[in-house]
């Protein structure tokens, strides 16, 4: 369970936490979804004990992560974004020695990374530094884990790692939480919101919405369109200047268009064609995180 | 305390895992004694000389056969005029010359006393202070044999006769006196450097987020990271020591417990410094640059290469708050001259408090939470 009330935190002049106020239920997969320089790491960091925050308080299972910050340590798993695990050390020498210093040895907990550690066996005498990204990861959640933490911190476990590792990944995750670990996940890609129970989209250091995905992906209000023609860079400033419009950003192939209110596509087929556009495909969109994202922060 | 064995042997694993470690741990000691040692040597020999002999006689040939005797002159040239000879050292073809006026031999036997004229190549002052020196000894035992034999009618002043005991390094031997000295530096090399980095890396390479979290307390881990270098930089001394004794055969008067014993002592230091340099520096190159700059400094100012005694004042002052000029010293006082603990005591308490300071600093400013 974790709880945070108010968390400021500035780099100098630069806000990096704008005040927030997060509840994250005990044995829920919790995500943290925003943008580079949102603040994410800044948040985990915080609750990780590495930092501290200027002004607020936060909790870990009740415990102050500034007043009982060590007792938080013996009962969090910490994976920071960047690998930090010794790479000179051998698979299993990495695992013995976090399992030695949280006083407890591989067997004990074996049975919580089994599923991981199964994968990275074979490899148990190569050194952490000659794996390749996915196991790095695994590595890392392994060596998070070895302690039998109650809370789990990850700061963008899947960022450069393969889509096949990514999804294995949450996978993990999801059997994790099975075993009534609180985890709390930040990461830049939209995409993975959906894996979680609940997910706090933040920006420039502030949440914008916390929810279930699903309810954030329903509670979009706004006509929701893909568009494509020949030439796209030409069609998103078209379509900036185009007055119905509400936010227009490229979405794959396609721009996704989305309107202050309801508007015929026939119209905006007309107002493309007489910019000069051609091979022009309108369709209804399915909102996603991204799109919420873009309709937040436009605000 | 009990995770601290299994940082050591983390550390251990991870020096010996890196394939240039091992032998450069055992081999740095043998080579630097073996090339600083004879490099390090301060006798001046084979000086080039360049005899100006303007007399002819057989006093100035004698004089002159002395210098040829001499091992530490040989003798490049000889010409009729001063000009040519300077010209020589000009060229570089001589290194110091000796004229020898017309008459020489004639006014040491009417008036008992002569000139000869030495000039010195200066551009190294260590080298021309020396070779003149050694022209003067020549010329001042040219003097003594000369009047003893001529001289029976000129009245000579009362001489005093001043003889030279060189005690504790009865031949003045160079070795003898710079090899303990050379093992100080390899002792401190390895404190300040090795474990420095060592600290650096964890920021460096990220490692320390993890340790951070973990329930490893600070005493634990900066033990840990450093009892591994104090004790290789005792194993180095000791290679060193062995070394010395075989190679240059320096002598082991005192006790050499003593010695392992400061050396324990003086390595809290160094390693300290290497700790708080740690604290105030993200990356190894950093570190290493500020290592550098204190090293550079303590090693010159340590009495190793030049005297302490003839330094000015101020910097006298400054070499109070270098650790290497009181391990410098002690080597020699204890190694050469057998002091005992009593007689270091001075040296044993700067030490001590020496390392409280720095340590204590070091660990104030060494901070888990950011």
Not at chain 1, 286 to 295: G, L, S
């Amino acid at each position: 369970m974790i709880q945070t009330q108010n968390l400021r935190k500035s780099y100098g002049t630069t806000p990096a936490l704008r005040g927030i106020n997060l509840q994250v239920q005990p044995g829920e997969l919790f995500g943290l979804i925003g943008p580079d320089g949102a603040g994410k790491t800044t948040l985990i960091r915080i609750l990780a004990t590495l930092l501290l925050a200027d002004e607020g308080s936060a909790q870990l299972d009740h415990k102050d992560v500034v007043a009982d910050y060590r007792a938080i340590r013996r009962s969090i798993g910490y994976m920071p974004g960047r690998f930090s695990l010794y790479q000179d050390l051998t698979v299993e020498e990495n695992l013995t020695f976090f399992a030695t210093i949280f006083g407890t040895t591989i067997e004990e907990n074996y049975e919580l990374i089994r599923d991981i550690y199964v994968q990275l066996e074979p490899f148990k005498d190569r050194r952490a530094g000659k794996l390749s990204g996915g196991m790095k990861q695994k590595l890392a959640l392994c060596c998070a884990l070895i302690h039998k933490p109650t809370v789990l911190l990850l700061d963008e476990p899947t960022t450069g790692v393969d889509p096949v590792s990514r999804q294995e990944f949450w996978e993990m995750l999801q059997r994790l939480k099975a075993k009534n670990i609180t985890i709390l996940v930040s990461t830049p890609y939209m995409d993975e919101a959906s894996l979680c129970d609940r997910v706090a989209l933040m920006q420039d250091g502030a949440i914008l919405q916390v929810d279930e995905p699903d309810s954030i992906v329903n509670s979009y209000d706004k006509p929701l369109l893909a568009v494509k023609t020949a030439n796209i860079y030409q069609l998103i400033q078209d379509l900036r200047q185009f007055e119905p419009a509400h936010t227009v950003f490229p979405f794959g192939e396609y721009v996704h268009l989305s309107l202050k209110s309801v508007v015929w596509p026939e119209l905006i087929h007309g107002y493309l064609l007489d910019r000069g556009h051609a091979d022009i495909e309108i369709k209804q969109a399915m909102p996603t995180i991204e799109d919420i994202f873009m309709e937040k922060s436009q605000v | 305390m009990k995770t601290v064995p299994y940082i050591v042997q983390k550390e251990f694993r991870q020096i010996f895992r890196h394939r240039v470690m091992l032998p450069l741990i055992f081999l740095m000691p043998v080579i630097q004694l073996l090339v600083l040692a004879f490099a390090a040597d301060y006798e001046v020999d084979n000086v080039k000389l360049h005899i100006v002999d303007l007399d002819h006689s057989q006093a100035s040939r004698q004089l002159v056969g002395q210098f040829e005797a001499s091992e530490h002159f040989i003798l490049t040239g000889a010409s009729a005029s001063g000009k040519i000879a300077s010209n020589e050292i000009q060229q570089g073809e001589a290194d110091l010359y000796l004229e020898i006026p017309p008459d020489f031999q004639r006014q040491l036997l009417r008036d008992g006393r002569s000139q000869l004229q030495v000039a010195v190549d200066a551009i190294n002052g260590v080298k021309a202070g020396l070779s003149s020196a050694y022209a003067n000894a020549i010329i001042r035992d040219f003097n003594a044999a000369f009047r003893q034999n001529y001289g029976g009618g000129i009245a000579q002043p009362a001489a005093l006769q001043i003889e030279t005991a060189n005690w504790f390094n009865p031949e003045q031997n160079y070795q003898t006196f710079m090899v303990p000295g050379i093992l100080v530096i390899l002792v401190t090399l390895v404190g300040m450097f090795l474990a420095g980095m060592n600290i650096v890396k964890e920021k460096e390479i990220g490692t320390i987020e993890q340790i951070n979290v973990s329930p490893i307390r600070k005493h634990e881990f900066i033990i840990g990271k450093l009892l591994p270098f104090w004790i290789i930089a005792l194993v180095e001394l000791a290679i060193g020591l062995v070394v010395g004794k075989l190679v240059f055969h320096i002598p082991f008067v005192g006790s050499l417990w003593l010695i392992f014993g400061f050396a324990g002592l003086y390595l809290l230091v160094v390693l300290g410094f290497g700790l708080l340099i740690s604290t105030v520096t993200e990356t190894q190159q950093q570190a290493m640059f500020i290592a550098w700059f204190f090293l550079i400094i303590f090693i010159l100012m340590s009495g190793l290469f030049t005297p302490i005694e003839s330094m000015p004042p101020w910097a006298q002052d400054i070499t109070r708050f270098n650790p290497v000029a009181y391990f410098v010293d002690v080597m020699r006082l204890v190694l050469l001259k057998g002091s005992d603990v009593w007689d270091i005591r001075q040296h044993i308490a700067v030490m001590g408090g020496y390392a409280l300071a720095v340590n204590g600093l070091a660990v104030l400013n060494y901070r888990k939470v950011g």
